[in-house]
């Protein structure tokens, strides 16, 4: 029977306060709209941005609740507003929380992937009406960044949507909503890495390890992985890290050590943590005099110090968001490249969980022991869960030395 023009009853994880754990509700979704489509998600990520959401302190970003997080997946289209043209359904998508809307002077550019089409609606969880299309007993329900994946259905603007091909294992290609094509691209695309290159990469999680597989991807010579996690550090060498360096193992900043083991800094360093110690140290190990550190973590906490007289030998900063991809367009490459083997994704998945396990996943990432977990919407577990809500601000602080004490 079809759904179409109706409100779907479904399972959500929905954020009801700051701080504390996603709870399972019923929740209704409305038909999608004029250019909209409602999607049924069948795989998420869970990325360590919404974690952050939740749990973090931050000033940056608006929190508003009841929410539902996730913005990490893929699903399948099950019908589409007025004037959609692109979509149908049963095709197989991926939602975006960078749109690309193709008529704006940006899309038109070749200099930035950063369509502003309804860039403030989504930032605030709504659509570009200014209402979400969830609700829970007649309560709006925000959208996180214009998507909620943690919801067995949802409905996104259709210049948020990237149709990709009809064989792509969605509970695998779901990660390129987020982490891997960030890291992936941070190194292709804003870094520019250029073969027989000098690179390091600063944290180990999907981002990161994604940053290491782009450095690979274009033929650097030397990949130096910098984590304090050691399981981490030897993920790193499977996706192509030639070097790992731990932080803790040294009494001098870590950046002190890049310079003396490169011979004056390397060529590119990716910065794939979010905490202004670490991109400080990133910036500062790279060659002063050509050297390209790309910032890929996110961070709300104040208090980043650069000197900038560093860059005047000829350094470069740059940032970058969804790792400059154009979202419509190259989501669907970055699904070929990974059906042709060409790019990894397997590899990243260190546990899947159902919904009801969500809550789980985010004690994974705290404790360091996940890469990505992905939630499989449609598959409940039996028992209650357990699960202890971190305290607010618990962000894994990244040690940038190991300090002189007991260190080697
Ligand atoms: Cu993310
Ligand atoms: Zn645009």
């Known amino acids: 029977m079809s759904t179409k023009g109706q409100v779907i009853k479904c399972k959500a994880a929905v954020a009801w306060e700051h701080g504390k754990p996603l709870v399972i509700e019923d929740v209704e979704v409305a038909p999608p709209q004029a250019h909209e489509v409602r999607v049924k998600i069948v795989a998420t990520g869970v990325c360590h941005t919404d974690l952050e959401y939740l749990y973090g302190r931050g000033k940056g970003m608006i929190r508003q609740f009841p929410l539902v997080l996730g913005h990490e997946a893929a699903g399948e289209v099950e019908s589409v507003g007025a004037g959609v043209t692109g979509f149908s359904p049963g095709d197989k998508v991926i939602p975006l929380f960078l749109p690309q809307c193709g008529e704006c002077e940006r899309c038109k550019g070749t ?3 950063q369509c502003r089409k309804n ?19 007649g309560q709006q329900v925000y959208q996180f960044i214009g998507v909620g994946s943690f919801s067995q259905y949802t409905v996104v603007p259709d ?21 891997v094509s960030t890291g992936y691209g941070a190194a292709l695309n804003t870094g520019k890495v250029e073969e027989n290159s000098t690179c390091a990469v600063f944290g180990l999680g999907a981002v990161g390890l994604a940053a290491v597989m782009g450095c690979h991807a274009a033929g650097a010579k030397r990949i130096i992985g910098v984590d304090y996690n050691p399981d981490k550090l030897a993920k790193a060498v499977a996706f192509g890290a030639t070097d790992c360096v ?15 083991m490169t011979g004056g800094g390397v060529d ?11 991109m400080t140290s990133a910036f500062e190990s790279t060659s002063d005099a050509g050297g390209t550190c790309v910032i890929a973590g996110w961070t709300e906490t104040e208090g980043l110090t650069l000197q900038i007289e560093k860059l005047l030998l000829g350094r470069t900063l740059k940032g970058t968001y969804f790792g400059g991809w154009k979202s419509v367009q190259d989501v669907p490459k970055l699904v070929d490249a990974y059906m042709n083997q060409k790019l990894k994704l397997d590899e990243f998945i260190t546990h899947t969980l159902p919904l009801d396990r969500v809550n789980s996943a985010f004690d994974l990432i705290r404790r360091g022991e996940s890469i990505r977990t992905v939630i499989g919407l449609w598959s409940r577990s039996d028992g209650p869960a357990e699960f202890k809500a971190p305290p607010l601000d618990d962000v894994n602080e990244f040690p940038t030395s190991g300090g002189c004490e007991g260190s080697k």
Request: glycine letters at 8%; charged letters at 20%.
């Open 119 to 137: 860039w403030a609606n989504t930032q605030t969880g709504v659509l570009a009406d200014g209402t979400s299309r969830i609700s829970y007993q």
């Open 159 to 179: 210049t948020s949507l990237a149709k990709i091909r009809s064989d792509a294992p969605l509970d695998k290609v779901c990660l390129l909503g987020c982490g």
């Open 111 to 113: 200099k930035t992937n």
């Open 246 to 260: 731990n932080p803790k193992d040294h009494c001098k900043p870590i950046q002190e050590v890049l310079m003396e």
């Open 268 to 278: 590119y360093a990716l910065e794939c943590v979010g905490q202004p110690a670490v």
